[in-house]
């Protein structure tokens, strides 16, 4: 396998310019503050191959649905994350030749991304016969504290000569999507300001009105002392700049700091915004680069201190997993509701930037961990507030209840694939279940009679209109629809949906006793709100005690769905490499008529329902479904490492480890120059905590059952439990446990209690 980054615990880095690959550059280099992000993109020109990327979180554009068969029920529009105005630009021209590394020669050259610190660096040195040698340097970041702020300290120091040197700050909204279906341009100018040494571009999107304020301020020093240059002012539709020349001297150094400001009038009044951009510029502009990095920095130490895994001897296996927290950090901070965490985050339009069922799946696990309750719960209400539009959804299709959307920004469904919009219905039941998931952690029961309970009875409704009764069996059936593993379409019978519906039905009742005994009051409330009677109630349980389970009766395994062993079974490791990834070899046929999985389906659902099914269950479905398991699908290879870490397979459980720690880094998929993949990062912190950690919440108790895969020498995380911060280490001989936060929590380790004041140290065999 292809390396791509020299292994180091805090850093990302890419040693020489490589062209053929800078899109997987891009893509691993990317930052953000969950108020907007970018691609590791040049500040000056480049011609060669790259995707340019600036998203503005919360701003997208309902791009018009392109099919070749439209099917009544199809959503309009598909929703797409706009690549918004371009604010880094800083264009370089030596003795008035534009610097292009795409041509100009250089002899070194460096682009890393601290992690610990938050920023990104580049190192290069360009060669000419005429000027001889220029080092130069440009360092940025996205404020984690101000988070409308962005600031880049761009510096060239001429070797041999004193060389004229010409700076051209700008911003460009003349920008497009590379995915728009019809070749399209998003944004018009609302307005343009430029004079010397700052200017504004207002862009707004055609559809919606959303409204973007850029603004940007520079100065430029020599050896940290200001100087001026000529400047000539750049005044063109869509882009605003200045041109400042003055002459570089040999082995000075002159920097330009720039400061950019960026406002939405998702925040503010639309007659606001370029006031508030301008305001907001102003104030970094006169705090300055290094006092703005400083606070940058304080803040990432804070997130770090939080959300740190530690992995002693086994470098790769750090930076992995620091890679794959940093960016859930700069994703998605929970202070917007309105807001959730799209597949590629900031890193890439690929999925559009929507929202799918990956956060509820994936994602909550680790800010229910990591940071105060209210993040974890800001997504759960993110999908209360579409409670109306997921009814309307089920409705255009016929049915009762709500369905929430597979892909949505605004509750609406925005997807226009037929075997995943519409048959893809298991996503209803990872909505419930991070309802459970949530209240079960934080113990904040009030939830459900506040939020929760309304949703789950929309849903409950869903599947009670969805399924279908096989009278000749006396069986309820889910036809047509298609599970987890996306490589098979229109199916019977799903296992995982079947089986989360079921359970999705049964908590919802056990929810409603809860709230008899609890809240009456607000549960008659809701009882007439909704409309709710015995009879659906009976009918309810009447499907939990009814449902159909495929299953497998010769090796005793649940069947992924009728009619699966149908199919020829070959195994993965039989597979010519060639062939792999299959969805870049295979037609989509012979896809659908193999036996291999993209993703955990069966595993998905031994996951979730952890305590339903014992060690040999999950043992036997482990055995007869990994070896046919692609892994396509970036979620899948934390779910079967989890899986693998309970059942004892240690070996195994390091190989999917990996594979999902480094997916991105070592581009396990072929494909992470559209994008980084988000959302699976979440699930590379599970695989870890959940995995080799064997964290579970059982009966309102923390459980831990932790080994140490035989690469490392140790390991450590934190978890974040009802108020309590817990720092867990492990080596081969023992586990430390130190409460950090709480007078004392009880938990289980190795299925023994223990109740924890200050430190719990525990031999190992």
């Given at each position: ?427 209803n039941a990872a909505i419930s279940y991070a309802i459970y998931n949530f209240v079960r952690y934080t113990g904040d029961s009030n939830y459900l009679a506040e939020y929760g309970f309304e949703v789950l009875v929309e849903i409950s409704r869903f599947w009670t209109s969805r399924v279908n009764y096989n009278s000749y069996k006396d069986k309820y059936m889910i036809l047509g629809v298609t599970g987890p593993n996306e490589y098979d379409n229109n199916v019977n019978n799903n296992w995982y949906t079947n089986t989360m519906a079921s359970w999705n039905l049964e908590y919802t009742l056990e929810v409603i006793a809860y709230l008899k005994k609890e809240h ?246």
């Amino acid at each position: 396998m292809k390396k791509y980054f020299h292994a180091d615990e805090w850093s990302i880095i890419e040693e020489g310019l490589h062209p053929e690959d800078n899109r997987i550059y891009e893509s691993a280099m990317s930052l953000g503050n969950g108020h907007m992000g970018m691609r590791g993109n040049f500040e000056e020109s480049y011609s060669g191959d790259s995707h340019q990327g600036t998203y503005i979180a919360g701003v997208y554009y309902p791009d018009k649905t392109r099919v070749g068969w439209w099917k009544n029920g199809y959503p309009e529009y598909f929703a797409k994350v706009l690549n918004a105005t371009n604010f880094i630009g800083i264009d370089i021209m030596i003795d008035d030749e534009k610097i292009d590394l795409a041509k100009t020669k250089i002899k070194y050259f460096k682009r890393v991304v601290n992690m610990k610190k938050g920023y990104l660096e580049r190192i290069f040195t360009i060669i000419d016969d005429k000027y001889g040698e220029l080092i130069v340097n440009a360092k940025r970041f996205l404020s984690i504290v101000d988070t409308e702020v962005a600031a880049i300290s761009y510096s060239i120091t001429p070797v041999n000569h004193d060389v004229k040197i010409s700076f051209i700050p700008y911003l460009d909204g003349n920008i497009s999507n590379e995915d728009s279906n019809y070749s399209e341009k998003f944004w018009t100018e609302v307005d343009r300001a430029i004079n010397e040494y700052k200017g504004n571009l207002t862009m707004k999107t055609k559809k919606l009105d959303f409204h973007v304020s850029t603004s940007m301020k520079y100065s430029v020093l020599e050896d940290n002392n200001s100087i001026n240059g000529t400047i000539d002012i750049i005044d063109q539709e869509k882009f605003v700049g200045n041109k400042i020349t003055l002459t570089g001297k040999k082995g000075r150094t002159v920097t330009l700091n720039k400061y950019i400001a960026v406002t939405t009038n998702r925040d503010y009044d639309k007659s606001e915004i370029i006031k508030i951009s301008n305001e907001r510029v102003t104030y970094a502009y006169n705090k300055g680069f290094e006092e703005l990095f400083i606070e940058h920095v304080d803040a990432w130490d804070k997130r770090w201190e939080a959300s740190d895994i530690v992995i002693e001897g086994d470098t790769e296996a750090q930076q992995g997993i620091r890679f794959n927290i940093f960016h859930l950090n700069q994703t998605y901070t929970g202070d917007d509701p309105r807001l959730n965490i799209g597949p590629k985050g900031f890193t890439g339009e690929k999925y559009g930037g929507s929202t799918y069922w990956d956060t509820e799946a994936y994602c909550l696990p680790f800010y229910l961990s990591t940071a105060n309750e209210d993040i974890s719960k800001n997504l759960l209400i993110y999908r209360y507030n579409h409670l109306e539009k997921a009814k309307e959804n089920a409705k255009k299709l016929g049915l009762n209840g709500a369905l929430y959307p597979m892909v949505t920004m605004n509750g609406e469904e925005c997807h226009n694939e037929w075997e995943i919009t519409f048959e893809e219905i298991h996503r209803n039941a990872a909505i419930s279940y991070a309802i459970y998931n949530f209240v079960r952690y934080t113990g904040d029961s009030n939830y459900l009679a506040e939020y929760g309970f309304e949703v789950l009875v929309e849903i409950s409704r869903f599947w009670t209109s969805r399924v279908n009764y096989n009278s000749y069996k006396d069986k309820y059936m889910i036809l047509g629809v298609t599970g987890p593993n996306e490589y098979d379409n229109n199916v019977n019978n799903n296992w995982y949906t079947n089986t989360m519906a079921s359970w999705n039905l049964e908590y919802t009742l056990e929810v409603i006793a809860y709230l008899k005994k609890e809240h009456m009051l607000r549960y008659t409330e809701l009882e007439n709100k909704l409309n709710l009677t015995e009879d659906e109630l009976s009918k309810w349980q009447d499907i939990i005690n009814k449902m159909y389970y495929p299953y497998i009766e010769s090796i005793n395994v649940f069947e992924q769905q009728d009619g699966y062993m149908d199919k020829e079974q070959i195994l993965v490791k039989d597979l010519p490499k060639a062939d792999l990834p299959l969805n870049q070899n295979w037609s989509w046929d012979r896809i659908l008529r193999s036996c291999f999985i993209k993703q955990a389906d069966v595993l998905q659902g031994l996951y979730f329902l952890n305590d339903m099914y014992d060690l040999e269950t999950k043992k036997r479905n482990f055995d007869f479904y990994e070896p046919r398991t692609v892994h396509e699908s970036s979620l899948s290879p934390c779910v079967y490492s989890i899986i693998a870490s309970e059942i004892g397979y240690e070996d195994k459980a390091y190989e999917l480890y990996l594979r999902t720690a480094r997916l991105d880094l070592d581009n396990y998929n072929n494909d992470t120059e559209d994008g980084l993949h988000i959302t699976s990062m979440a699930g590379t912190w599970m695989s870890i905590v959940h995995g080799f950690g064997g964290m579970r919440i059982k009966d309102n108790t923390l459980c831990l059952n932790p080994f140490i895969p035989k690469a490392w020498d140790e390991f450590s995380f934190k978890i974040l439990f009802r108020g309590n911060l817990l720092k867990v280490k492990v080596s081969s001989e023992k586990v430390f446990i130190k409460l950090e936060k709480g007078d004392y929590l009880s938990i289980l380790l190795y299925d023994k209690k223990y109740t924890i004041c200050d430190e719990l140290i525990i031999d190992i065999n």
